[in-house]
Every structure is written in C-alpha cells, then in structure tokens.
C-alpha cells in the first residue's frame, strides 16, 4: 500500500479516533495506523462532568451525533445499550490502615463521597474501552477514514514537504506519506522511541508504580459495610477508591459483569525486584482484610499489566509536521480520572490548529497547554500522594479538584470560559498561583491550618457546597449551592436555572 493523505494518525485509542473523525469533517484525508487491532484491553476508563462537557462540545462542533449520547449515561443506555458501560455518580473513598477490616468511623471521617451527578440519567461514565473504542474506530471508518490495523511501522522520515513513513502489514511492504503526524499511541509511544525524544520528570512527584486487570465476581463494598443507607449515590456505582498510606486502590464496575481494579503506590527503590503479579496481588491483599473480603468471590478473566514508573512526561510535544496527543506527552496517575478531560482538551486545541492549517504559533501555544496542563496535574497528583495516610489532610486536598472542576464545568456551561482559565484554573492569575502553593505544601505544614487556607482559597469558586463539616464528608449534588453561587459565576439564579433545564436537570 502506497498512498498520500492530509493527516497520519498512529494509534487507535479513543483520542486518536476522535480526531480523525474530526479531521474528516474538517475535510482532510486521513490514514488510522494501529499496531494491534480491536477489541482490546485499554486503561483508562473512567470520565467527569468537565470531560463529558468536552465530549459534547466537540460533538456539537464537529457534527458527531452518533458519539453525544455517550457523555451521559441515561442517552448513552438508550442508544448504544450495547456498548459495555459503567454508571458513575460520583467519586467514594475509603480510607484503610494495614492489617485491620474497614468499619466505618461514627463521624464518617474515614470516607468521603463527592456526588458529581443528581440521578442516574445524568450521570458520568465509566468505558469499558474494548467496546468504546472499538465502535469508535467503526465511526471513523463510516466517515471514509482509512484504516490499517495490525501495523508495524519502521521508519519515519520527516521531510520540507511532508512524513514518508514505512513498514509492513501481514507480511507485506506498507508506505504512506502524509502532510502531518499525530501521535495518539500512549506513553512512551511511536515517536517518542522514532524521535529519540528526551523524557522530563515532574517536579516533586514520586516514583510510583501500578498493577491493574479486569475481573468478573467482584463483592460490592456497599453489600458489606451497611452504612450507606442515606448516601448520596449508592458508593459502588461510582469511581470507588480504597486509599492508604502511599497508594491507592480503584474499583470501576461495567454493566457486562466486568470489573476493572488496580493499585498505584509509591515504589520503594531500596527493596528488591518486585514479585510476580499473582504474588503481588496476594500480598496487597493480605495487607487489607477488607479489600480481601470484597475481592474473595472475584475471578482475573485477562493477564496483569503492570507500569513502572507509571508517570510519564516528554520533553517537547511538537516539531516540523507532528504533535503528540496528551496522553502521548504524558501520563500521571489515575487518582481523579484526569486522563480523558486532558485528552478532549488537547483534541480540541490541536482541531483547531488543523483548522487553522497547524501555523507555527499555533503549535508552539498546544504544546505550552498539553504540558502545563500534565504538570498542574502532577502537582496536584503529588500532593495527594504526600497525605493519602491522613484522611482530613487528603478530603481538603481533594476540594481543590472538586471544586475547580465544578466552577469550570459550570462556567461552560454558561458561556464564560473566561471565567476558569487553564486546566485546574492553573492561568487564573490570583486562584492559579494560590492552589498551586497550596499542592506543594500539602503534607508539609500543619494539617489544621493548612485544611483552613484550602477552604478560604475555594470559596471564591465553591458552587458544589464543599468544605462544609455539617455534610460529614458526604456531598451531594444540591441545587441550593449552585443557586448560591451564582454571583461568583457572575451570573443569575434565574440563569442558572435556564442552564440547568437545558441540561436536562
């Protein structure tokens, strides 16, 4: 095969099919290359409001009816019930101490529910991305994207007028020239080893290491612990975190019966080789009684994978006729399910610059986003990991998330973009800088008055009632608050309300 195109895609992960069905419209000629084929095991699997928001923007943008009912998991069971899928209303955390089972606390000081959603209609989602992205790649197809699975690309020469790219396909020879590359084949991935591109390490974050599968049989956490009655959302129909001191745990359950689990802890460099997956398994869960209880009746249905070091961050993100996707450039960590709006906010910067004919200064600005949009996430990544042993210290760090993304994700909603700049708020000029001190001191001054300056920084921006100790670290979507809010969103109750109709709400 020998052929010209607009725009190379290498992978076919949902980013990468998602912007060639975007080019397409766009109406540029585009080539998909894949090493493997589907459907296939991917990680990264749950989404947010602020992501599904994205995914609806693009869709609207770009003429995709076929993938707006997949931010919301009512439209998403009406359409495509036959995609797996996974109901998420929110985040639950549960903090446990080695060697002991999990009971709850009275004052509920060992958990944390954060609603992101007020019933299961609206909801987010988890993907069980065998289905998602195989059904992506069909809509691109049907878009008249060209398609080559089971690739192996060997050499790639960037040229004044064009990327001549070679290898082979079942055997046989496989030439391509395209006038751009986009790189969407994941950490560590095709031009990253093609380039020899040089690896930058974030700053003030751990080594730390991941083992994560599928299951199927897996307990529910709410079956055993009986507590829940008068929750905001049910625990286990959401992102559900088993955290401890220097990792965590996710449980994100499929409506096929799968469930997908993994830990993430910070890797002691002084201890010997790590063992085996199944010894590793056993061993964490012989650490966490609990944990062992709910996972007793489970059966692993796919082989371990395993990162080490899991974060991962290019040097440079773009050159002469390439960019890499940001899951390209780099990785964090999974603790709060920032993968997907990182993706969906570089799809849509890198759209334009498609647009746009990909002009220098457009790329130059896509790769200071994708970047400092990877090191603001590392910074609040790593401050987590510093107090995940301090269940006060780490439910204020995780208001600095929850409430930037909800005053974001509303600020959209509304047509004030202006309002919450940069992923994080990270350009905010006063919030920007304040929530970025306070993620470098978190496990570094003391808990009271560091949990005191979070709930002060937030206020400005908190729309979703946290911070509260009248909840007792259960917090559900409650119209009154944003109602509240409407001030610092420099709007009306009365607009908020409109907003809120229009969403289905």
């Not at 599904?52 to 439209?75: C, F, H, K, M, V």
């Not at 949990?451 to 729309?463: D, G, K, L, M, Y």
Request: aromatic fraction near 10%; charge should be negative.
């Amino acid at each position: 095969m020998s052929a010209d195109f607009d725009l190379a895609i290498v992978g076919s992960g949902f980013a990468g099919t998602l912007l060639a069905m975007i080019a397409r419209r766009l109406g540029l000629s585009v080539l998909i290359i894949e090493r493997g084929r589907h459907p296939r095991f991917a990680i990264g699997e749950s989404s947010t409001p602020l992501a599904n928001l994205w995914l609806e923007i693009l869709a609207d943008r770009y003429d995709l009816p076929r993938l707006r009912p997949l931010s919301q998991w009512g439209t998403w069971q009406a359409t495509h019930p036959h995609m797996g899928c996974g109901l998420k209303r929110g985040f639950s955390y549960f903090h446990h101490s080695p060697g002991k089972l999990w009971e709850a606390c009275d004052d509920r000081s060992d958990q944390l529910l954060v609603a992101a959603s007020p019933n299961d209609f609206v909801a987010d989602t988890h993907w069980y991305r065998p289905d998602f992205d195989a059904f992506l790649v069909e809509e691109a197809i049907r878009l008249g994207v060209d398609y080559h699975d089971e690739t192996t690309l060997t050499a790639c020469d960037i040229e004044a007028d064009g990327i001549q790219m070679a290898g082979t396909r079942h055997g046989i020879s496989f030439q391509a020239r395209a006038g751009f590359l986009v790189d969407a084949s994941g950490p560590r991935g095709y031009l990253h080893q093609a380039l020899g591109l040089s690896e930058r390490h974030y700053e003030d974050f751990p080594r730390t290491r991941a083992q994560f599968s599928h299951f199927t049989g897996v307990g529910c956490w709410a079956d055993d612990n009986r507590v829940f009655s008068d929750a905001p959302f049910p625990p286990d129909d959401a992102a559900l975190h088993h955290t401890f001191e220097g990792g965590w745990m996710w449980v994100l359950r499929f409506n096929n019966g799968v469930t997908s689990a993994g830990f993430a802890e910070v890797a002691n460099l002084d201890q010997p080789p790590i063992v085996e997956p199944a010894e590793a398994w056993r061993l964490f869960l012989e650490r966490f009684p609990s944990i062992e209880r709910q996972f007793a009746p489970a059966r692993l249905i796919r082989p371990w994978a395993r990162a080490e070091p899991l974060a991962f961050r290019t040097s440079r993100c773009v050159g002469p006729r390439w960019a890499q996707l940001p899951m390209a450039a780099g990785f964090v960590d999974p603790l709060f399910s920032t993968g997907f709006v990182l993706s969906l906010l570089g799809i849509d910067r890198l759209a334009r610059a498609l647009e746009a004919g990909c002009p220098e200064s457009a790329l130059t600005q896509y790769e200071a986003d994708t970047l400092a949009d990877l090191d603001a996430t590392a910074s609040l990544i790593g401050g987590a990991y510093r107090v995940l042993g301090k269940p006060d210290a780490f439910e204020a760090l995780t208001m600095l998330y929850f409430a930037s993304a909800s005053f974001s994700e509303t600020a959209l909603r509304l047509g004030k973009p202006h309002l919450a700049p940069g992923f994080l708020l990270r350009s905010h000029p006063r919030l920007g800088p304040a929530i970025q001190s306070l993620l470098a001191e978190a496990g570094r001054q003391p808990t009271a008055d560091w949990v005191a300056r979070v709930s002060e920084t937030v206020a400005p921006i908190n729309i979703a009632g946290l911070c509260d100790p009248k909840k007792r670290h259960w917090y559900g979507v409650e119209t009154a608050d944003l109602l509240a809010g409407a001030a610092q969103l420099e709007s009306t109750p009365e607009a908020i309300q409109a907003m809120l109709h229009k969403c289905g709400l």
